[in-house]
């Protein structure tokens, strides 16, 4: 942490923030907004790091809305197009691990994270540009009427050159907060860090919403898609620049000249603390992998099915029906807008929730109804429209506890070991990551078996929440998450506890993976927000 820079005579202060965190009186949701205002007006240190999540968060909305969309329009079915989705998570478990811990090790003379944040940035305008005019492209190539044999070629390139490039930048990105933020007000960038984050998703879905070539300025594009992706190539590459002119860096030395470590070293790291994880964090990292196989049937395919189910249209541009695909993707982005703001909102509660019913119950409910809501996806018909729109909306309530819950779970046992929370972080991440990977590559082939038909996708999801939801059963809760005492199971074998010490009998809450991690002053943290 850099600085002893201290807090300010109006500040809140961060025990009032964390406080808020745990507790979630409603009493103090009011504050928060005239808190933030404190934190940009009286620590920048505090607020310019987070700013650019904003353009990150940009990203990854266009692209849950209009990129398996857009791909089978170019040609790939609902039954290849998970394939394209691999990008993710091989990104997300590959680089962004790799590159965090390079920026680590960095010595530039213009800061440990600012160069590898502008570099991804700027791979990532010309991934969403080049994703975006994959067609017009193609044509160049020899395209011609509806057959993009290479515009398809070119969009997958893109779709992957852009993922990989997101995760390039956001690692470091996560770690420059920490770097920069002294110790008081590392509580305050969190805030923000959070709050970025929901408005970037927000902004994003609220203009996949809109039919931007209806709009004079954006008429010349002529498409909704490019005029989208120019938008977000825009505000990504404005926000991670303010984010960089206002956020100086000390260069780095590191100690006695050490190297830089290698890829292989990093992942083999990774591949040790997996098997080595504390209990309580094992046993939401399950969870979270059944949550997120549900997750990801409606990333991959909820756009795709609003517009040929619901609204009855075709995906190859060349259909006179076209139209209604379009206007079939929009409305699913406008229920992902909606989805985003009930999930800040309803992440307002959760904290007290989870006082009242403990974490367990609080997930499990969570969970089913996920598993609820995309079972009623399977029974919307041609025509339902508003229903449909309505039924996306409603994910916000479950979206809300897949973020918080687990990752509090996450912070809170980290906090015993500070040294490891990188490493814990790190391999948190792939729980979301793995199911990803399981989805791109069977729910293809589900869809083809039921007849090629959509809805049969969200039955398979809705199998992989009420799954999550049993396996609740066995979390364990930490102490003081949401101030309320848990309960740990006891440990029916040798355990390594805190201290290094095999014992038996030691609670399974206070098992941990030996070694080290490198987040000593400030390395890097990783985590997807998707």
């Known amino acids: 942490m850099a600085g002893d820079i201290q807090p300010q005579g109006d500040d809140p202060t961060p025990s009032d923030i ?47 809305t209009y990129v398996s969309s857009y791909l089978i329009t170019l040609g790939m079915t609902n039954e290849t197009v998970g394939f394209a989705w691999l990008a993710g998570p091989l990104s997300g478990i590959i680089v962004q691990p790799i590159v965090g811990l390079w920026s680590d090790h960095s010595e530039s003379k213009w800061g440990r994270r600012r160069p590898y944040i502008i570099f991804g940035t700027v791979c990532s305008v010309i991934g969403l540009l080049g994703f975006s005019n994959a067609e017009a492209f193609g044509y160049w190539l020899g395209d011609s009427g509806g057959s993009h044999p290479a515009g398809l070629v070119l969009a997958i390139f893109f779709f992957f050159f852009m993922d990989f490039a997101i995760n390039y930048a956001m690692g470091p990105m996560v770690a420059l907060l920490a770097d920069t933020a002294s110790t008081e007000v590392y509580p305050y960038g969190q805030a923000w860090f959070a709050a970025h984050n929901g408005l970037g998703k927000t902004v994003g879905y609220a203009l996949g919403s809109i039919s931007l070539t209806s709009l004079a300025a954006f008429a010349w594009l002529g498409s909704n898609l490019r005029a989208l992706f120019l938008l977000a190539a825009v505000g990504t590459a404005a926000a991670s620049a303010l984010m960089a002119l206002k956020t100086p860096e000390v260069p780095h030395r590191r100690p006695g000249g050490a ?26 990292f399950v969870v979270q992998c059944f949550s997120y196989f549900a997750w990801d049937t409606t990333f991959i395919y909820v756009a795709t099915w609003m517009g040929e189910t619901v609204y009855g249209g075709g995906s190859d541009s060349s259909d006179s029906d076209y139209g209604a695909y379009e206007d079939g993707v929009e409305a699913a982005s406008l229920g992902y807008m909606g989805m985003a703001i009930i ?45 449909a729109v309505f039924l996306v909306t409603l994910l916000g309530f479950p979206l809300a506890g897949t973020y918080q819950i687990p990752w509090a779970i996450v912070t809170v046992v980290a906090e015993e070991t500070p040294e490891k929370v990188a490493l814990l972080t790190t391999i948190f991440n792939m729980s979301q990551c793995f199911p990803e990977i399981i989805v791109s590559l069977i729910g293809g082939s589900w869809i083809d078996l039921c007849g090629e038909w959509l809805g049969s996708i969200f039955l398979l999801g809705a199998a992989g929440a009420l799954g999550a939801a049993a396996l609740c059963y066995t979390v364990v809760q930490p102490p003081n998450l949401y101030d309320r005492k848990s309960v740990v199971p006891v440990a029916r074998g040798p355990t390594r506890t805190l201290s290094g010490e095999v014992t038996e009998g030691a609670p399974l809450g206070q098992a941990v993976e030996a070694g080290g991690a490198r987040n000593q002053e400030g390395d890097s943290l990783t985590l997807n927000l998707l």
């Not at 009186?25 to 607020?47: I, M």
């Not at 019913?357 to 109804?369: D, E, K, T």
């Not at 996920?370 to 508003?386: D, E, H, K, N």
């Open 259 to 284: 190297p830089r470590p290698a890829a292989r070293e990093v992942l083999a790291e990774i591949w040790a603390g997996l098997t080595q994880l504390p209990l309580p964090i094992h046993r939401a």
């Open 343 to 387: 999930s800040v909102l309803w992440a307002m509660v959760l904290p007290m929730l989870g006082r009242l019913l403990g974490v367990r119950l609080l997930w499990a409910l969570n969970l089913l109804l996920f598993a609820l809501i995309l079972v009623l996806f399977a029974t919307v018909r041609t025509g339902q429209r508003a229903y």
């Open 18 to 64: 964390l406080e808020d965190q745990k507790c979630g009186d409603v009493s103090h949701f009011f504050r928060q907004f005239k808190r933030l205002y404190l934190v940009y007006r009286n620590h920048p240190e505090a607020y310019w790091p987070t700013v650019g999540f904003f353009g990150v968060q940009m990203c990854w909305a266009v692209q849950i």
